[in-house]
């Protein structure tokens, strides 16, 4: 189990778990990693074309 960083919704997860996984929040909707397994820990997937470029 593991909390949505963004709606703070219980995800509940399988024990296959791995780093680097991406899984989507099944109530918000938001792509989420994992980033810790050990504790379960997850980041939402920032959209990479919204990322500002440098000059
Ligand atoms: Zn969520």
Redesign the pocket.
């Known amino acids: 189990m593991a909390l949505?960083?963004?709606?703070?919704?219980i995800?509940d997860i399988g024990d296959e778990l791995e780093e680097g996984q991406t899984l989507d929040?099944?109530?918000?909707?938001?792509e989420?990693e994992v980033v810790n397994t050990n504790p379960v820990e997850l980041d939402s997937v920032v959209d990479e074309e919204e990322e500002e470029e440098a000059l």
């Open positions: 949505c960083p963004e709606c703070e919704a995800i929040c099944p109530e918000c909707g938001v989420l």
